[in-house]
Nanobody
């Protein structure tokens, strides 16, 4: 089983920065893709950024150049550095780990409980 625990959310003014952390339990973290998603009030959950086990990254267009995802496999932790924050970045941020479950490549998504990020204008 995998448990994901996020931390680092909070209230920040527009233009400020926050760093989110997500600590994973178990031995599956280093071999699988991790990511961050967010959900604003009244909206669907959306991808923010992902990072593969090899360190390849992918970002939503809305955060490119402002957010950086990274991982420390020795600490079973994935990070999201958020700079130049905007009010539209407000939402609950969820950590995700996509675990490959069979030889065909099927995946199971594990989720954290979420951490609130609020950006005031």
């Amino acid at each position: 089983q995998v448990q994901l625990v996020e931390s680092g959310g909070g209230l920040v003014q527009a233009g400020g920065s926050l760093r989110l952390s997500c600590a994973a339990s178990g031995r599956l973290f280093s071999r699988n893709t991790a990511g961050w998603y967010r959900q604003a009030p009244g909206k669907q959950r959306e991808l923010v950024a992902t990072i593969t086990s090899g360190g390849n990254t992918n970002y939503a267009d809305s955060v490119k150049g402002r957010f950086t995802i990274s991982r420390d496999n020795a600490k079973n932790t994935v990070y999201l550095q958020m700079n130049s924050l905007k009010p539209e970045d407000t939402g609950v941020y969820f950590c995700n780990l996509e675990v490959v479950v069979n030889v065909e490549g099927a995946k199971y998504a594990h989720w954290g409980q979420g951490t609130q990020v609020t950006v005031s204008s």
